[in-house]
Nanobody, 121 residues
């Protein structure tokens, strides 16, 4: 029932910026941990950033100081502002919603379909 739709990907030169958006429907993101993952060709999917219900944030070391995750609960939308982009940032970026299922159970993850980010000169 929860649907996540990403937008904002595209082609950008090194040093440029992009802002990704993830619009959620069927659920209020205010009660869930939201995050962005990415997967580059030939590599495993990795967590880029996440944001908790209290707006605490976490980033993978490679993007610290360059990327910022934020959310607008009223709009039910999560954002990823990406600055100083590098070719190594090229990947498909996926929005993620993590819903708690209770003690003794792993959280259930909802995923968007992904948006391509290509950083190239």
């Amino acid at each position: 029932q929860v649907q996540l739709v990403e937008s904002g990907g595209g082609l950008v030169q090194p040093g440029g910026s992009l802002r990704l958006s993830c619009a959620a429907s069927g659920n209020s993101i205010s009660i869930d941990v939201m995050g962005w993952f990415r997967q580059a060709p030939g590599k495993e999917r990795e967590l880029v950033a996440d944001i908790t219900t209290t707006r605490s944030t976490n980033y993978v070391d490679s993007v610290k100081g360059r990327f910022t995750i934020s959310k607008d609960n009223a709009k039910n939308t999560v954002y990823l502002q990406m600055n100083s982009l590098k070719p190594e940032d090229t990947a498909v970026y996926y929005c993620n919603l993590k819903r708690a299922r209770g003690y003794g159970l792993a959280p259930f993850n909802y995923w968007g379909q992904g948006t391509q980010v290509t950083v190239s000169s």
